[in-house]
């Protein structure tokens, strides 16, 4: 996973990754203002205040998110790792010599021609998905050219081969028992907001990933990943990398997972559990990872709109009847779906489950979902991850209000499932609260960057910022 940013973090990639972080705040607003009325210069000058609503906006999320009490110390990140090769789609499908036709979903790719409708169907929508390519030998021909292909760029995203080895920071150390002798590669193509193909015009900038990944599907890292933990002893662990098991057959898939859930309890307890899901289309194996005891074993989930509707149509949730969203997630169905994961599977009075905590994000606006009593700084969380979704795809350190666009609906509903609240978006107080049942809401617009620079690990990264602003609470 593309996680943790800047070089104000250490990593620690057992097949697993821990983090220490080292990290000074800076001089807050209110300790400037003190030191100008201690010279008697009365009060400090106001600047100018943003006019546009992304201003307002952006000036808004800087004054709210603030840094937990309790922060982590280390964090362990697995185990899922490969070598991300990121280049344009449509130069590569060229040059492969596909020439654009009609779009078909294809749940596992087979041949060149469907990788180019599945990556047609997904361009004309302008959403991200993942798929994996069966035919070991064709798919290392097109790995064979992309890798090759001018503008290339490779990328960390486990096992670990060479390149990979390679590619790692010398604060990231690497046990013998994940290293292998090659590489796992995942073919990255991306395409630009109203790039266009044939007749065919992206809505939105994205990407589509393939691989032909026997490595990471079978997660052959899990058992060295936990057997660290203990010499490590983080704070929090991140895993990722089930989504992969799709390229295992069925039989494989139904003992793997009874695994995964094995050594998921084996985490010492105490340590808060996360997990980011990725776009999957076997719903056989979307609902055993719900009911089989994988949710109520995580403490924390990561999702985007496609994954969250893809698990409520597994698993017989709300609005699974939807077949696909019709633009912008409504956030009213979005809130119910979260609502019935921690109502269901998340912890209770009568449920020994683990998950109280849920972060969703789509290009417009995210939530944030928690049982009650057992998370903080919430707000400074949700906010956190809307904000580095802008500067990540804009590649900007802070947010460039002349390269964002405010998109998100300016009023919804919380539920249609109940008498829900209606609200009315305000730039000037970006973070929305709501509760149902003793589940508290956060949501926030996103400052959409108008012509994204990356489009890879965007997901990884608001789910890693919206972790390091949270705070669990002791008796965890």
């Given at each position: 996973?593309?996680?943790?940013?800047g070089?104000?973090?250490?990593?620690?990639?057992?097949?697993?990754?821990g983090?220490?972080?080292?990290?000074?705040?800076?001089?807050?607003?209110?300790?400037?203002?003190s030191?100008?009325?201690?010279?008697?210069?009365?009060?400090?000058?106001?600047?100018?205040?943003?006019?546009?609503?992304?201003?307002?906006?952006?000036?808004?999320?800087?004054?709210?998110?603030?840094?937990?009490?309790?922060?982590?110390?280390?964090?362990?990140?697995?185990?899922?790792?490969?070598?991300?090769?990121?280049?344009?789609?449509?130069?590569?499908?060229?040059?492969?010599?596909?020439?654009?036709?009609?779009?078909?979903?294809?749940?596992?790719l087979?041949?060149?021609?469907?990788?180019?409708?599945?990556?047609?169907?997904?361009?004309?929508?302008g959403?991200?998905?993942?798929r994996?390519?069966?035919?070991?030998?064709?798919?290392?021909?097109?790995?064979?050219?992309?890798?090759?292909?001018?503008?290339?760029?490779?990328?960390?995203?486990?096992p670990?081969?060479?390149?990979?080895?390679?590619?790692?920071?010398?604060?990231?150390?690497?046990?013998?028992?994940?290293?292998?002798?090659?590489?796992?590669f995942?073919?990255?193509?991306?395409?630009?907001a109203g790039?266009?193909?044939?007749?065919?015009?992206?809505?939105?900038?994205?990407?589509?990933?393939?691989s032909?990944?026997?490595?990471?599907g079978?997660?052959?890292?899990?058992?060295?990943?936990?057997?660290?933990?203990?010499?490590?002893q983080?704070?929090?662990?991140?895993?990722?990398?089930?989504?992969?098991?799709?390229?295992?057959?069925k039989?494989?898939?139904?003992?793997?997972?009874?695994?995964?859930?094995?050594?998921?309890?084996?985490?010492?307890?105490?340590?808060?559990v996360?997990?980011?899901?990725?776009?999957?289309?076997?719903?056989?194996?979307?609902?055993?990872?719900?009911?089989?005891?994988?949710?109520?074993?995580?403490?924390?989930?990561?999702?985007?709109?496609?994954?969250?509707?893809?698990?409520?149509?597994?698993?017989?949730?709300?609005?699974?009847?939807?077949?696909?969203w019709?633009?912008?997630?409504?956030?009213?169905?979005?809130?119910?779906?979260?609502?019935?994961?921690?109502?269901?599977?998340?912890?209770?009075?009568?449920?020994?489950?683990?998950?109280?905590r849920?972060?969703f994000h789509?290009?417009?606006?995210?939530?944030?979902a928690?049982?009650?009593?057992?998370?903080?700084?919430?707000?400074?969380?949700?906010?956190?991850?809307a904000?580095?979704?802008?500067?990540?795809?804009?590649?900007?350190?802070?947010?460039?209000?002349s390269?964002?666009?405010?998109?998100?609906?300016?009023?919804?509903?919380?539920?249609?499932?109940?008498?829900?609240?209606?609200?009315?978006?305000?730039?000037?107080?970006?973070v929305?609260?709501?509760?149902?049942?003793?589940?508290?809401?956060?949501?926030?617009?996103?400052?959409?960057?108008?012509?994204p620079?990356?489009?890879?690990?965007?997901?990884?990264?608001?789910?890693?910022?919206?972790?390091?602003y949270?705070?669990?609470h002791?008796?965890?």
């Amino acid at each position: 996973m593309a996680l943790w940013r800047g070089s104000a973090y250490a990593g620690f990639l057992a097949l697993a990754v821990g983090c220490v972080f080292l990290l000074e705040p800076e001089l807050p607003g209110s300790a400037l203002r003190s030191l100008w009325s201690s010279l008697c210069l009365g009060p400090a000058p106001a600047p100018p205040g943003p006019v546009s609503p992304e201003g307002r906006l952006a000036a808004a999320w800087d004054a709210l998110i603030v840094r937990p009490v309790r922060r982590w110390r280390r964090v362990a990140v697995g185990v899922n790792a490969c070598v991300d090769v990121v280049l344009s789609g449509v130069k590569l499908l060229q040059a492969l010599g596909l020439s654009p036709g009609n779009g078909k979903d294809h749940s596992v790719l087979h041949s060149r021609n469907d990788l180019e409708e599945t990556f047609i169907h997904f361009m004309g929508k302008g959403a991200a998905a993942e798929r994996f390519f069966s035919d070991k030998e064709t798919f290392h021909d097109i790995a064979q050219v992309a890798s090759e292909f001018p503008g290339a760029q490779v990328l960390l995203c486990g096992p670990v081969g060479p390149k990979l080895h390679e590619l790692l920071d010398d604060n990231v150390f690497v046990p013998p028992e994940s290293l292998q002798e090659v590489d796992e590669f995942h073919l990255i193509l991306e395409y630009q907001a109203g790039e266009e193909w044939g007749q065919l015009k992206a809505p939105h900038a994205n990407r589509f990933i393939f691989s032909h990944d026997l490595s990471n599907g079978a997660m052959n890292m899990l058992e060295v990943f936990v057997s660290s933990l203990e010499e490590f002893q983080p704070d929090l662990v991140v895993l990722s990398g089930l989504h992969m098991m799709e390229g295992q057959s069925k039989e494989l898939q139904r003992k793997r997972l009874l695994e995964v859930v094995t050594s998921i309890s084996d985490i010492p307890t105490g340590i808060p559990v996360h997990l980011e899901l990725a776009s999957m289309t076997n719903r056989e194996l979307m609902s055993s990872i719900v009911h089989q005891q994988v949710f109520p074993a995580v403490t924390s989930l990561g999702l985007n709109e496609q994954e969250l509707l893809f698990l409520t149509q597994s698993a017989s949730g709300p609005h699974s009847s939807l077949s696909s969203w019709n633009g912008v997630p409504d956030v009213g169905m979005v809130s119910d779906i979260l609502f019935w994961i921690l109502k269901e599977h998340g912890r209770s009075k009568s449920r020994a489950s683990d998950l109280t905590r849920i972060h969703f994000h789509t290009l417009v606006y995210h939530i944030l979902a928690t049982v009650d009593g057992h998370w903080a700084n919430q707000l400074a969380a949700v906010a956190a991850g809307a904000r580095v979704a802008g500067t990540q795809a804009c590649a900007t350190e802070t947010i460039d209000t002349s390269r964002v666009s405010l998109r998100a609906p300016q009023e919804f509903m919380t539920s249609h499932l109940e008498a829900g609240s209606r609200i009315v978006l305000n730039p000037n107080k970006p973070v929305v609260e709501w509760h149902r049942e003793g589940i508290s809401f956060h949501f926030t617009p996103v400052l959409v960057c108008k012509d994204p620079i990356r489009t890879v690990g965007l997901g990884d990264a608001i789910s890693a910022e919206g972790l390091f602003y949270s705070e669990v609470h002791p008796h965890y």
